[in-house]
């Protein structure tokens, strides 16, 4: 099970309701959170920067919440929960958003809703080398078409690996996602989307590729089969892989390690392999669930 932050009674005035009055009018509603995340990082560190930092969570809600005029209760308790789930650490969330006092006769009128329901934290490596200005983007597009995407790291671009003649550069990134698939779906439909944007696979490993897309992290799966390994191997040993999840996971608890990423120490196979952030290349933060 996991771990719980509670935020109880959060009080917030702001334009909602439905009626003419009520679009005339500052109202208050209550907020009540429960964020399930892992707080063990933040136990043995005993540092702020591992843990699921409740208020700044709380003011970003505020934020939201006071400037909007929504309809209804229900969406706004909608966009909190994606709010939350854009935050670093929370795996799920039950909002409530309570209005006082806006049925006659009643004390209070709630919606409660749990955001995502049963679904798992996957972490991926997204990369190409042949006109990644196009096939980049249009796979983020496809990946938020078939997940819930939280989160995608800054672009890097680096020099190709392991080839034997010269190559363009790859441009990487990380995305962070929370889907209900199973790990054989996930894995399908990851290497569907590389088919459908033109990826052709060669006896040569490290050939171009207009996309790649690798599967980091599964949950707190460990495993190693036919379809790959999970932690992905190159997670501590590639520079294009562990730079892009440093910038989104720096306080994830790397499955079979027992320790954070920022924690862990990384073997790179090529120390001297040139690295750089891609400015021409960068979806960035911005492009998070909101």
């Known amino acids: 099970m996991a771990d719980l932050i509670l935020l109880e009674g959060l009080e917030i005035e702001c334009v909602i309701g439905v009626f003419d009055w009520e679009r005339n009018i500052r109202q208050k509603v209550i ?93 991926l490596g997204v990369g190409g080398n042949i006109e990644p200005e196009k096939y980049i983007p249009e796979g983020l597009a496809m990946l938020r078409e078939r997940f819930t995407v939280v989160s995608v790291s800054p672009s890097y671009r680096s020099q190709a690996w392991g080839v034997k003649e010269p190559q363009p550069d790859y441009i990487n990134l990380a995305v962070e996602a929370m889907t209900d698939k199973d790990l054989f779906a996930v894995r399908a439909e990851i290497r569907w989307i590389e088919e459908l944007l033109g990826r052709k696979r060669t006896l040569d490993k490290f050939s171009p590729r207009t996309l790649d897309i690798d599967l980091l992290l599964y949950d707190d799966l460990v495993m190693k089969d036919e379809g790959g390994q999970l932690p992905h191997p190159q997670l501590l040993t590639q520079q294009f892989v562990y730079f892009p999840m440093m910038d989104i996971a720096p306080g994830l608890i790397v499955p079979g390690l027992d320790t954070t990423l920022k924690d862990a120490k990384p073997r790179f196979a090529d120390a001297g392999l040139p690295i750089m952030p891609a400015q021409d290349y960068q979806p960035g933060s911005a492009d998070v669930l909101s």
């Open 31 to 123: 907020v009540d959170l429960r964020l399930e995340c892992s707080t063990s990082a933040a136990a043995a560190s005993d540092d702020i920067a591992d843990t699921v930092d409740y208020k700044s969570i709380a003011k970003g809600i505020i934020a939201l919440v006071e400037p909007s005029a929504f309809m209804l209760i229900e969406k706004m308790a909608e966009q909190i929960a994606n709010y939350c789930l854009a935050r670093p650490g929370v795996d799920r969330v039950t909002v409530r958003v309570s209005k006082p006092g806006s049925v006659r006769g009643s004390r209070n009128v709630a919606v409660e809703i749990t955001r995502p329901a049963d679904m798992t934290r996957i972490y």
